[in-house]
């Protein structure tokens, strides 16, 4: 069934940025608050002017949910009214910013009380693939371009989380492999664990992530004009810094390990 979305929050707060990334996934037809006020020559900003942007975008919504296909509007819609006008089946709100650069909009606009997502951080391209995922369930191809990520995740921590957000928004799917290293060193974790744990971390992506057990692999050797490229993710100092040696280490002094 077809959904009416909203994204809605003040000026600056990333708004057109998730739009943008979101419509191609689910083939939305995508209202951009600016285009439509530009093809309606209406830049009335007072309340007056703000419900009858919010039953604009309705009307034109409902065009696109009659032909069942998705909709995404992207407009301030600041309160309580503009948002029962427009009413949409899910809210995404972005909190990202205190205020905006108007400030009679900052005045005039009110928290929602409901929503379906509240984002606090400007990470449109992974919100659009954790969204869309309940929407839209993500069938995981072999065929389409992967990102392979390999390591023992021992355990799987914050530093593996923010690179394997970086990696993701690469190609969309990501294959994370397993080094067999159980019992190998200080490597106390077996596959089902670490395999449990990514899941639990990553359950928002859904069949965008496929987990593997392969060999302990030591060394990967290419030769030239493979097609696929190798790159290192640099990732800022204070989480290239996370060492899950000493996490371990913090897990046994505290008897969880």
Same mark, same amino acid.
């Not at 034109?60 to 069942?68: I, M, P, R, Y």
């Given at each position: ?11 600056? @707060?990333?708004? %057109? /940025? ?8 689910? $083939?939305?037809?995508?209202?951009? @608050? ?7 020559? =209406? ?19 409902? +065009? ?14 600041? %309160?309580?009214?503009?948002?029962? =006008?427009f $009413? ?6 972005l909190? #990202?910013?205190v205020?905006?650069? /108007?400030? =009679? ?14 984002? #606090? ?12 995922? %309940?929407?839209?369930? /993500? ?7 992967? @990102? ?11 530093g593996?989380?923010?690179?394997? &957000? &970086? %990696?993701?928004? +690469? ?12 019992? !190998? ?26 987990i ?5 692999? #030591?060394?990967?050797? /290419?030769?030239?004009g ?12 204070? !989480?290239?810094?996370?060492? @899950? #040696? ?12």
């Amino acid at each position: 069934m077809a959904k009416k979305i909203l994204i809605m929050g003040l000026p600056g @707060a990333g708004k %057109t /940025y998730l739009a943008e990334r979101l419509a191609p996934i689910l $083939n939305a037809t995508w209202l951009n @608050a600016d285009e439509v006020r530009k093809n309606a020559d =209406d830049w009335d900003f007072s309340s007056e002017g703000r419900i009858r942007q919010s039953n604009r975008m309705k009307n034109l919504a409902q +065009k696109s949910l009659d032909e069942d296909k998705h909709v995404i509007a992207d407009f301030v819609c600041p %309160t309580p009214k503009t948002r029962a =006008d427009f $009413n949409a089946d899910i809210t995404i709100w972005l909190d #990202t910013i205190v205020s905006g650069r /108007y400030e =009679d909009t900052n005045k005039m606009f009110i928290a929602p009380e409901k929503f379906d997502f509240r984002i #606090t951080e400007k990470k449109g391209e992974i919100w659009a693939m954790k969204i869309s995922n %309940t929407i839209e369930k /993500y069938v995981w191809d072999n065929k389409k371009p992967t @990102a392979q990520m390999l390591g023992r995740w021992q355990p799987w921590h914050q530093g593996h989380q923010k690179l394997f &957000e &970086e %990696t993701i928004i +690469k190609t969309g799917q990501v294959n994370i492999m397993v080094r067999d290293v159980e019992g !190998i060193g200080d490597n106390p974790f077996n596959f089902n664990t670490v395999k449990n744990n990514i899941e639990k971390a990553l359950h928002e992506f859904g069949e965008r992530v496929k987990i593997s057990l392969v060999p302990n692999i #030591t060394n990967i050797c /290419y030769g030239r004009g493979v097609g696929y490229k190798i790159e290192e993710i640099v990732l800022e100092e204070k !989480i290239q810094k996370i060492s @899950a #040696t000493e996490i371990r280490k913090k897990m046994r002094k505290e008897g969880k390990l």
